[in-house]
Structure formats: C-alpha cells, structure tokens
C-alpha cells in the first residue's frame, strides 16, 4: 500500500473534490466541470490613482477590489482584509476624504480618484496625533482594526476637530473590534482631539 503523506493527501482528496463536482447545464442534464481548463482571463483596465499623494499607473482586473490592488500589487499591507463583504471596517481607507470599505469597492470605479490609507497618516518619524493617542491610550489589542479605526476617526477629525464622545462612537459604528476595546479607543480620538492636529 501506498504511504500516504500530508501532501498525497492533500492532493487527492483535491483531486476527488474536484473531479467529482458537477455542474447543472441549462437543458437540466448535469454537466463534468472542468478541472484542467485554463484560467479565464479577466478584463483589464488602465486606471490612474492617486495614493498618499503619489500618482500610479495601473492596469487591473475589472474584478479587483480597491483592497486587493492595495494590499497585492502596491505592497500597501496596512490596509486589513477582515471579513472581505463589507461588514467589519478593517479595509477602511479614505477615498476623497470620505471613509469607504475598500474590500467593497472596485479599483476600476477608484480611477482619477485620490485615496489615503494608514501608510499615509504619518509624515516621516512624525506620527499622526492619533497615532500618538491610539499608542499612549492603549488603543489597539490585538491591532487587527487598528488601521480602519485610524483612517474612520482621521476623516472625523478632518472635518469636525472637537468631536463629542458621542460623534465619535457615531462615526466608528462601521469599524468593529473583536477585542472588544472600543472605550479606549474613543478615549484616543478625543485625546488626539484635544490635543489638537499637529504631527507627534
Ligand atoms: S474587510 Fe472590508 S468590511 Fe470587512
Ligand atoms: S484590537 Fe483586536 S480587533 Fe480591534
């Protein structure tokens, strides 16, 4: 008998999935799928984006999220993909100022559009006040939604700078924490409120 290892396995039981999937055709006879066939190939499109102020050139799938080009083709990996169906917030990134789920949101809708993520809060060694504050005030646990709580509360304080404790529970309701330490991470941004918005 043959020895069976992690990887034999693996990939037999991949193997017996697959071959053994059908799938309906449309006259109700069930059809083999096709396990060898190649990869289909996407549309692509050349799109211009502006990230943290830097101009980039891009052709991307047309299926490609704003999360994915991020994250896989612009090396920017402090953007989180939590539950990737926009519910959680960790993806969040400012897109003209305005916090969207960038999991939820095509690159090809992003074109001619400028787009701010956490890479781009601190100036150099100086970190962005709330930075300062999510550090100071034990804001991150775990730190998974750390970044999309950054990037909610920056486009908060862009536009209002004394938040109520209130307005600022209000505009993380997207942003979900499954540590759980959402007090403190109020108690950051009204820290970083007060303090006012120079760079640390
Ligand atoms: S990863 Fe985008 S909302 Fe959860
Ligand atoms: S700090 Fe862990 S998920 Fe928010």
Redesign the pocket.
């Known amino acids: 008998m043959k020895p069976i290892s992690r990887r034999l396995f693996i990939e037999e039981t991949g193997l017996g999935i697959l071959s053994t999937t059908v799938l309906p055709s449309v006259t109700g006879s069930p059809v083999e799928a096709q396990v060898n066939s190649p990869a289909v190939s996407a549309p692509r499109t050349k799109i211009t984006i502006k990230v943290n102020d830097v101009s980039h050139h891009l052709e991307v799938e047309d299926r490609w999220t704003l999360?994915e080009t991020l994250r896989d083709h612009l090396e920017l990996t402090g953007t989180k993909?939590?539950?990737?169906?926009?519910?959680?917030?960790?993806?969040t990134v400012l897109l003209n100022e305005k916090p969207i789920?960038?999991?939820?949101y095509l690159s090809v809708w992003a074109d001619g559009q400028s787009i701010q993520t956490v890479e781009g809060l601190a100036h150099g060694d100086h970190l962005d006040p709330l930075q300062q504050a999510f550090i100071e005030h034990d804001g991150p646990q775990c730190g998974y939604c750390t970044s999309g709580q950054l990037m909610s509360a920056r486009a908060l304080l862009n536009h209002n700078p004394s938040p109520t404790a209130k307005e600022v529970r209000r505009a993380l309701s997207g942003n979900i924490c499954r540590c759980s330490n959402y007090n403190r991470y109020v108690e950051s941004i009204l820290a970083a409120a007060k303090r006012g918005q120079k760079h640390a």
Do not use: L, N, T
């Open positions: 999360a993909i939590g539950c990737d169906r926009g519910e959680c917030g960790a993806c789920y960038s999991c939820s």
